[in-house]
């Protein structure tokens, strides 16, 4: 871990054992750790986060829980926090400062964590992820191909929405949920989204974000 935040590029580092949770604590000594979960709940709490990385020089070490779950008890045993994902941890010294989970990793709940703790940058930072856009664009050319009916666009789309836990920008996380909105208000069954074309023209919609998403 050779990255300094002098240099100004956004410190975002896979944690995937407790090994390197420790590193990490040890080498910044204000840093957070991001806890991926399963679901829409990442893609929506990380892209909260994004906007404030781009304002703040805060290291971050992610772990994506499923796959890397040792590393996620370690930082629940260090810490006495229970576990949750999505989870923001705030760091000082490699103590525990502040934590927020799930929907409630909001602006509200970050902004005055950020202003009294943590540096501004002297410049916008990017937040780079591995994450794309790719399998959305697939989905989208099939429908507006004559490839899916409405319904079953509607279907698969919000299905993969639902199960993206990517580190995505809010931008982008804004974006795909455009068209249908969070799953988590349907509340059983997505039965209870209505027609596709409720929302008004379902294929210009679609095309109006595949050109936005590039």
């Known amino acids: 871990m050779t990255q300094s935040v002098t240099d100004h590029k956004q410190v975002l580092l896979p944690l995937t054992t407790p090994e ?6 040890q080498e910044y000594p204000l840093a957070a750790v991001f806890k991926a979960g399963t679901c829409h709940k990442t893609m929506q709490g990380f892209g909260v986060l994004e906007t404030f990385l781009q304002r703040h020089e805060l290291p971050v070490g992610f772990i994506r829980v499923v ?3 040792p590393a996620s008890n370690h930082v629940a045993e260090i810490t006495g926090i229970q576990h949750h994902s999505p989870q923001f941890i705030l760091f000082r010294d490699g103590q525990p400062q502040f934590e927020v989970n799930n929907w409630d990793i909001t602006p509200q709940a970050l902004a005055p964590v950020f202003e ?9 930072g990017a937040v780079a992820t591995d994450d794309n856009v790719e399998p959305y664009r697939r989905l989208m050319r099939a429908y507006l191909d004559g490839g899916l009916s409405d319904w079953a666009f509607q ?21 795909l949920s455009r068209l249908f909105g969070d799953p988590d208000a349907y509340h059983g069954g997505l039965h209870q989204l209505g027609a596709p074309q409720g929302r008004g023209d379902l294929k210009a919609r679609v095309q109006a974000l595949l ?3 590039g």
């Open 155 to 175: 279907d698969q789309y919000v299905t993969l929405f639902r199960d993206d836990a990517s580190l995505r920008s809010q931008r982008e996380f804004e974006l």
């Open 211 to 213: 050109t936005e998403l």
């Open 67 to 69: 796959d890397w779950r």
């Open 116 to 124: 009294a703790q943590v540096p501004h940058r002297s410049g916008e």
């Open 20 to 25: 390197e949770v420790d590193a990490f604590l």
